[in-house]
């Protein structure tokens, strides 16, 4: 197949943003994307070009002070009667066009077009976001590769329609189990009540009263909701145990320890049990790339309240945000598009940014 | 098979006992204890003899003023290696000793060797009492041939270990939901949360007070016990359905259209739905067969906490109780057995009571 990624292509980010949509990308199938990005990276000889299975990374090497990432996911959610693209007015219709090829496209457009920015930059195009995170390229980089991750700041282009939204909170789900004893419901005065004992846990969860924490300008509100609940044996029988599964979201001035120990407060006197967890990031919004990166957006930035791979550059000790074209409420949407002019928008304040 | 029920075996109520143990006889397996059954009653000549199915039904008929109804049911559950029958100093051991072989072999003794009660007497000997009420055979002769149970009072020979329960509670099974709005639960303040609306349900269970009613000298215990709760969508989304199963036990002073009036009022502003129901019955000890009956044995009735047959022959006028001599928390046990002074204690009390 030949490349469609041409020259002519990849100096408008509205055309590419169409090309990239066009060469249909699910997780998993994402080769054909990954060879036709390598190919053009590897043409522009500012760029030193590298690959993990269908993960691509290119970066300048200008001895700048400072380094800078910007990354964006190849792959797209299952297509759903929406592709080829499609433009309707100032709309390009089509599977990933929001979710986040519109945000791709700009950083394949600096990528080739800009050979000297102020920054050095690592361009970092991941396969397998949408999927489970055993399979996540930015994963499988900062486990095989993470010299490649080495950065100040990293700009993810996940779609926010143009605003900044730095950090995310982190999400821990919980079991909290009461246990009593069984009989029969004709004689339920001789057992224990397990799911009348849970009455307290919801209790506790309708009076909890969750926290606002402004960290860098961005406030995070935190929650707590069952998420689950189950309990019973038979009609007859009094039950013996009732689970309540708890998602806590919790602003990123807490740990993943700081969030179960203040769930362990909580749900003080029953049993809980921690079962799943992902930490949340700090906006980080202090580096001189960042600063300089929120006066070329020139709006004040807002806090992720979603969990995304933010996180992930957190964890490595680099500041990140999101900032993308795309609408995130259309992601995954059969009828998801992007605005050409949110395009053009992102690409004259990267240039605005990077540019010497 | 020549018929194990012998004039010698009939006339000892213990040997009697022994003898229907070892005729194996599990729900839906009842034709051959029916088929002897039968064939001994038809052979006494002052009984008048139906039968429907592998129930069978004997009456006299003296012209007396009031008629009773002796009841018992011929099947058992499940052998569990406890068949044949084992005498081991006072005690028989074996599937149906108490539940209620000893109960059925006093009813037969009576009706081959008392040819003239003080009252008529309906003897009734039914099929699969032991699995869903469609075969119950005291349920099909209601509903085939409702003239056979025409009776001023009857006694249900279930183990009571020779102690009278009068009547017994009725059962409601009810689903009470709540609903809320379905939400993101990184931004929980958008939705309502069901299950934690489903917090004052339980909290109304837990400040709940059962009445206790006295009628007719028995006790009757309500209580109202959840024994089954669910609800959740998924691990990040604020969940819109909550539903909690409730087992109301009521006193048979109170229809079941009471107890879910009753139900309702507990739960008022929530949806409540009856899914199950059984109404409970009254003692009814009023009677004179009754107040007889009482005298005979001697001692003081007591309430039956649990669903029995007697709310059948309630529900069709009749004045029920239950008097057996095996122990009830023997029944459908491995190592049921059944206490030869229990079957001695009441063939004398039934003899002592119908005897002219």
Redesign the interface.
């Known amino acids: 197949m030949a490349n469609p990624l041409t020259p002519d292509v990849l100096v408008d980010p509205v055309v590419l943003t169409r090309a990239l949509v066009d060469i249909e990308s699910v997780s998993r199938d994402e080769k054909a994307i990954a060879d036709c990005v390598e190919d053009v990276l590897r043409k522009a000889g500012h760029l030193s070009v590298r690959r993990l299975g269908n993960t691509v990374m290119a970066r300048t090497r200008l001895g700048r002070g400072q380094r800078v990432i910007l990354a964006g996911h190849l792959d797209t959610v299952p297509v759903n009667g929406n592709l080829p693209s499609t433009v309707v007015d100032d709309l390009i219709y089509g599977c990933g066009t929001a979710d986040m090829k519109g945000g791709v496209a700009l950083a394949l457009h600096l990528a080739v077009t800009l050979p000297d920015p102020q920054y050095d930059v690592t361009y970092l195009f991941y396969e397998s976001e949408e999927i489970d995170s055993e399979f996540n390229g930015l994963n499988l980089v900062a486990e095989e590769h993470p010299k490649w991750l080495r950065a100040d700041f990293a700009v993810l282009l996940e779609p926010t329609f143009g605003a900044i939204e730095a950090g995310c909170?982190g999400?821990m789900?919980v079991d909290v189990r009461t246990r009593g004893r069984r009989a029969?419901?004709?004689?339920?005065?001789r057992g224990v009540?397990a799911?009348?004992g849970?009455?307290e846990v919801?209790?506790r969860?309708?009076t909890y009263h969750?926290r606002t924490v402004t960290i860098d300008g961005c406030t995070y509100?935190e929650?707590?909701?069952?998420?689950?609940?189950?309990?019973?044996?038979?009609?007859?029988?009094?039950?013996d145990e009732?689970v309540?599964?708890v998602?806590l979201?919790f602003a990123p001035d807490r740990s993943e320890a700081q969030a179960a120990e203040h769930l362990r407060e909580v749900f003080q006197g029953f049993d809980v049990e921690v079962t799943?967890s992902a930490p949340g990031a700090l906006p980080g919004l202090d580096a001189a790339p960042a600063r300089e990166f929120l006066a070329a957006v020139g709006i004040e930035p807002a806090a992720k309240?979603?969990?995304t791979d933010v996180a992930r550059f957190a964890a490595l000790g680099i500041p990140a945000l999101n900032y993308g074209p795309g609408d995130p409420s259309l992601a995954h949407a059969a009828d998801e598009h992007v605005e050409i002019g949110k395009i053009r928008d992102g690409a004259a304040t990267l240039y605005r940014w990077l540019a010497p």
Chains 1, 2 share one sequence.
């Open positions: 909170q999400t789900q029969h419901t004709a004689r339920a005065w009540n799911i009348h849970a009455g919801l209790r969860l309708e969750p509100r929650g707590l909701s069952a998420v689950r609940i189950s309990g019973g044996v038979a009609g007859n029988v009094v039950p009732c309540v599964g998602n979201r799943d309240l979603g969990w």
